[in-house]
């Protein structure tokens, strides 16, 4: 059978290995398993938003509120937005999903950084989009702008802090970015890791609101999955002017959040305390990951998110994902990236201590 050519061009997905098939490939027990690869928060979610689901389960035989009235209003008041300027995704997966089919065509061009969230990619050339990336694998401005004069794209993503590499732009900088692009162009300001950012420096906190109100072309994303614990009830948003928003509730499948993760979203936006705990939890932790860096004279991006990127020089980084993997830690290799390097993602301190006792023992074997 022949399917859209522009599929062959691509590679599954490669997501972050789930614990139950590290234990059945390594027969390894599940509490023997840690899973450092996904940036998930591993301090799990408040206490209060797994107490609303249980409530929420009474009602779980009627569809969700599709007007989804009550997390967008939590959101607007969050972001000092109307609800008609937010809508909610399956993740913000599908939010950039429905974006980049609202705006792009057939061969028209995105226009992206070298090395980024690789699901940009994936939605784009499901539509035969024409894919243009930075030379440069982090994000840089003036290469974007240079290539924006050259390729006329119909969507840029900016992903800040990004995933996989970790850095982080200063919002000025985008500010004076988005001043020089066309108000036609759809910009697509990925903040999946911003609550970290803005907390490490508050020069890399972008302020949705402000930013939509200053320009009509851009789109925020944020998710729920991150630092507020619910990457298992794939919950997302994307914040614009009405407009986009119009467009994309065009594409929008009915119901496509359920009630449960409707119900956790709204619960988690309100435990700051928590959010607060482990954003200051991660950075500290990071540091110990800094320090081995610094002692082993490994490469590692500054990072802005909930994860550490270390490019690993003569190390192959499937050797060293495969043989941690063996010793029951789950990390992510960017080999699929075509780099070589792993990311990590900032556990707990236990789990940050196993890992890098595993570390030093694989570099001093090595
Ligand atoms: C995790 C992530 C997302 C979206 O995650 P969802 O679980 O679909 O909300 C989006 N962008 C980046 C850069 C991410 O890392």
Known sequence: MKFNEALDLLQVYEAGKPIELVVREYCLKAHEVIKLASNENPYGTAQKVRD??????????????????????????????VPEEIIIGAGSDQVIDLAIRAKCKKNDSILMAGITFAMYEIYGRAIGANIVRTQN????????????????????FIC?????????????????FLQEIDSEVLVVIDGAYQEYAAFKDRKMKIVPTEIIKQFPNILYLGTFSKVYGLGGMRIGYGIAQKEIIKYL?????????????????????KEQDFIEYSL???????????????ERGIEYIPSYANFITMKLGKVNSTTLSEWLLSQGVI????????????????????????????????????
């Open 52 to 81: 609303c689901m249980l409530h929420a389960l009474t009602h779980v035989h009627f569809y969700p509120d599709d007007s989804m009235y009550e997390l967008k209003k939590s959101l607007a008041e969050h972001f000092h937005v």
């Open 137 to 156: 694998e982090q994000h840089n401005l003036d290469e974007f702008k240079a290539l924006y004069k050259k390729h006329n794209p119909k969507v840029i």
């Open 160 to 176: 800040s802090p990004n995933n996989p590499l970790g850095e982080a732009l200063e919002v000025n900088d985008i500010v004076q």
């Open 249 to 269: 509730y065009k594409l929008r499948p009915p119901f496509n959040v359920t009630t449960l993760s409707l119900v956790a979203a709204n619960q988690a936006l």
């Open 280 to 294: 200051k939890n991660c950075f500290e932790q990071m540091g110990c990951y800094e320090d081995f860096c610094q």
């Open 331 to 366: 990390v992510r290799n960017l080999a699929s990236y075509n780099i070589n390097a792993i990311r990590i993602t900032i556990g707990t301190q236990e789990h940050n201590k196993r890992l890098l006792l595993l570390l030093k023992e694989f570099y001093e074997t090595y």
